[in-house]
């Protein structure tokens, strides 16, 4: 039997991205309240890290070592990978020898690769197109915030990259309405918003945009890899600061997030990202127990 992969929030049925929500949430319910829970004992997740990250590999490895597994960490230094090692040559090999697979890197096409070469589920942590364990967390902080996310406005306010793309897809998927504000020249893929249509709109404004919102979230101005756009982003981002001016737009009871970490005094105030309407700090925690409840459901079907 093929295994199964999750490499964006379209591998998921709409019942299955709930089912992991709820799932997500019981499973931080018996974490807090002390519950042993070793569904994985004996198994191993690899972990492959070509981009650094704090939260993706603290998630990952903490939720592995709760369920009685392992996460066996590799970073290109480590692994023929950054040798010039085919990927798939690499991919039937380490899955050869794991029980799953988690990939962070740059281009997209590497896990889509990688997944068509393993013979054990692989799980994107995050390419420069999609983002989709982050929407987990994310689904999950809105749901015990909020309740249901199905029918709301949420805005992405910002650059249309890999994190605005899952939330497009989730949009799709969970069915809200997903405003994106982004300057001109920044907007997310036209094929990925032209196949959501009916789910997606694409605007300039981000004071119109954020009007009468259920959520708002943004992201650094520049990703990682951009750093040398940083000033001339900087330029083209005028206006885009999510801010308590732009926030008083929202409903009184909207709620702000950021995928961390995030520039204090650029895309987000100190007073938004430090707000009781702020709940970034769950979100980051919810990476946690989303991706367990993603590494039992890929793992122990």
Not at 189 to 213: R, Y
């Amino acid at each position: 039997m093929a295994p199964r992969h999750f490499l964006t929030l379209k591998d998921l049925t709409t019942e299955e991205f709930k089912q992991l929500i709820s799932r997500a949430i019981e499973l931080k319910k018996m974490q807090r309240e002390g519950v042993i829970y070793e569904p994985l004992k004996n198994r191993v997740l690899a972990m492959i890290f070509e981009k650094s990250s704090t939260r993706t590999r603290v998630s990952f490895e903490s939720g592995m070592a709760q369920f009685g597994g392992h996460a066996l960490f590799l970073s290109p230094r480590d692994t023929q990978l950054g040798r010039g090692e085919p990927i798939e040559d690499s991919a039937k090999v380490i899955s050869s020898m794991v029980d799953a697979v988690m990939i962070r890197t740059f281009e997209h096409d590497k896990v889509e690769v990688f997944a068509q070469n393993s013979s054990v589920p692989v799980i994107n942590a995050l390419t420069d197109d999609f983002h989709p364990c982050q929407l987990l967390a994310d689904m999950q902080t809105y749901e015990e915030h909020r309740g249901s996310i199905e029918g709301k406005k949420v805005v992405w306010v910002g650059d249309g990259n890999n994190m605005c793309h899952s939330y497009i897809n989730a949009a799709a998927i969970l069915n809200f309405h997903l405003v994106v504000a982004c300057p001109t020249g920044y907007e997310p893929n036209a094929e990925l918003v032209t196949a959501n249509k009916a789910f997606v709109t694409i605007t300039n404004d981000a004071k119109a945009a954020v009007k009468d919102s259920d959520l708002v979230v943004t992201d650094v101005f520049a990703s990682m890899g951009q750093e040398e756009e940083q000033a001339q982003r900087e330029k083209d981002f005028d206006g885009f600061q999510v801010n308590e001016e732009l926030m008083s737009l929202a409903h009184d009871d909207a709620l702000f997030m950021h995928c961390l970490p995030a520039h204090r005094g650029e895309e987000v105030t100190a007073g938004v990202i430090d707000h009781p309407d702020s709940v970034v700090w769950d979100e980051a925690e919810n990476r946690l127990h989303a991706q367990k409840a993603l590494l039992e459901f890929l793992i122990c079907k």
